[in-house]
């Protein structure tokens, strides 16, 4: 399982200020994703990727940028963090059609946005 | 549109009893669906999915196309199975939804 991580894994911001969450993986994997967690909603798709410098648009994108320079990395960036952002956030990883056609996740980074 | 549904927030249950988690889905093409969960404090991972129709832990889950369903059953509860479950459909390039989830609280 560390073959996924997330850094922070705790972060308290202010509204307004710029914050980026780390991801990494050391599988190679193809497909990296960021979901929000959040009470009464479950998991929430942000952006995917689907290789390095393919990113796509989920579910909830809005005030949130991503990129993908490396293969095995997919940082999540709030330009402008609102109190709306406070969350866990995990990001993921898969190979899909492969026997490995399951999506691993990280362990989360806590976010809080005062 | 694709659509994952829980109907249960939480589900308690007593130990030794029978668990049924409901999910339903909406999809128009042919879907591939999958059961994750959250033990406390833990990453979320894969349960089991439809296509292996594996048991893990003693769960099991049949799709049912007829009612769009994919129930996640296990005969008797145990108190490690308390836990967030997740029901995720998969579709097109590995895009993958996700249920609002359900709390199971397994009872002494």
């Known amino acids: 399982d560390a073959g996924i991580t997330q850094s922070p894994r705790y972060k308290i911001t202010e509204t307004g200020r710029q914050v980026t969450l780390m991801c990494h993986q050391t599988w190679s994997h193809s497909y990296m994703f960021w979901y929000r967690q959040d009470l009464g909603h479950g998991l929430r798709l942000i952006y995917y990727?689907?290789?390095?410098?393919?990113?796509d648009k989920g579910e909830v994108p809005d005030g949130y940028v991503v990129s993908r320079s490396k293969t095995e990395n997919f940082p999540l960036t709030l330009e402008s963090a609102t109190r709306s952002q406070t969350s866990v956030y995990f990001c993921a990883s898969s190979e899909p059609w492969t026997s490995q056609e399951t999506q691993y996740f990280g362990p989360g980074t806590r976010l809080l946005v005062l | 549109a694709q659509r994952v549904t829980q109907p249960e927030k939480l589900l308690s249950v007593f130990k030794g009893a029978p668990v049924e988690l409901k999910c339903n889905y909406s999809?128009?093409?042919?879907?591939?669906l999958f059961w994750y969960v959250q033990y406390s404090r833990q990453r979320l991972q894969l349960l089991l999915r439809h296509i292996s129709r594996e048991s893990i832990k003693g769960f099991t889950a049949d799709l049912n196309k007829g009612e769009t369903s994919f129930h996640l059953k296990k005969p008797f509860a145990q108190e490690e199975d308390s836990a967030m479950y997740y029901c995720a459909l998969r579709y097109r390039d590995d895009k993958i939804i996700f249920g609002k989830g359900t709390r199971l609280h397994i009872l002494p």
């Open positions: 999809y128009s093409g042919s879907p591939e």
């Open positions: 990727s689907a290789a390095a410098d393919i990113t």
